[in-house]
């Protein structure tokens, strides 16, 4: 049986009615021989969902044609989105403004601020949250977390980190990140280096958000 490769054959469901087709079946018949109701085939023909591998190899079987060819069709658009990658793709991409650290510290004094107004660059991320600013981290105080020249993506509406998360600080007019311990409550820098203090959560300290994510720039 000679199978083409057309574009009218390129999902799976097309390349499963052109073998039938070439047979001489019927979407009965073709559902008798690999033990599966006439909707199901009209349904795969259709492209409303695709059949599973197994019966795909059964397919292959009744109608004679290669199992490889059967499967490299194009997937249904409803199988597609059910990809791993589907729901990433889906997210919109939110361009989150780049501040120096200085700039940031700003948010602790007024969460009101618009980092929009202040924004040195823009970075795209594909992140839930609205309230995003991006900073630059240099510190020796956490440079096993943070490599030199890394953007740090702070979530600066979320003041509640747990147990394990980067947050952004103000301190004695400083803005740091530091990773927040409880049990006391505390942020603990996490450096290769000794001599960098851990910081007390006192009043004095304002927690300007929590990291989520990072990015080496290179």
């Not at 197994?54 to 059967?70: F, G, M, N, S």
């Not at 990809?83 to 919109?92: M, V």
């Not at 300290?205 to 990072?214: A, E, L, M, P, Y």
Request: with cysteine.
């Amino acid at each position: 049986m000679e199978l083409t490769h057309a574009a009218a054959t390129r999902s799976i469901g097309d390349r499963i009615r052109q073998a039938r087709k070439t047979k001489g079946m019927s979407q009965s018949d073709l559902a008798s021989r690999v033990g599966v109701s006439q909707p199901a085939i009209a349904n795969w023909e259709s492209g409303i969902h695709d059949p599973r591998r197994l019966t795909l190899a059964k397919l292959a079987d009744a109608l004679e044609a290669p199992l490889d060819w059967l499967a490299a069709g194009d997937r249904s658009a409803a199988e597609s989105d059910k990809h791993a990658a589907a729901a990433y793709i889906r997210r919109p991409v939110r361009h989150v403004p780049v501040v120096s650290l200085r700039t940031a510290a700003l948010l602790a004094r007024d969460p009101g601020a618009d980092p929009h107004a202040m924004a040195e660059d823009y970075i795209p991320v594909t992140l839930g949250p609205s309230k995003l600013v991006a900073v630059f981290i240099n510190d020796p105080a956490i440079d096993l977390a943070f490599l030199p020249d890394t953007v740090v993506i702070v979530d600066y509406e979320d003041k509640m980190p747990d147990d394990g998360d980067y947050c952004l600080i103000h301190v004695e007019e400083t803005p740091l990140v530091r990773r927040w311990k409880s049990n006391p409550a505390r942020l603990e820098p996490v450096s290769s280096q000794d001599g960098h203090p851990t910081i007390a959560f006192t009043p004095s300290v304002t927690i300007i958000g929590c990291v989520r994510v990072s990015i080496r720039v290179h």
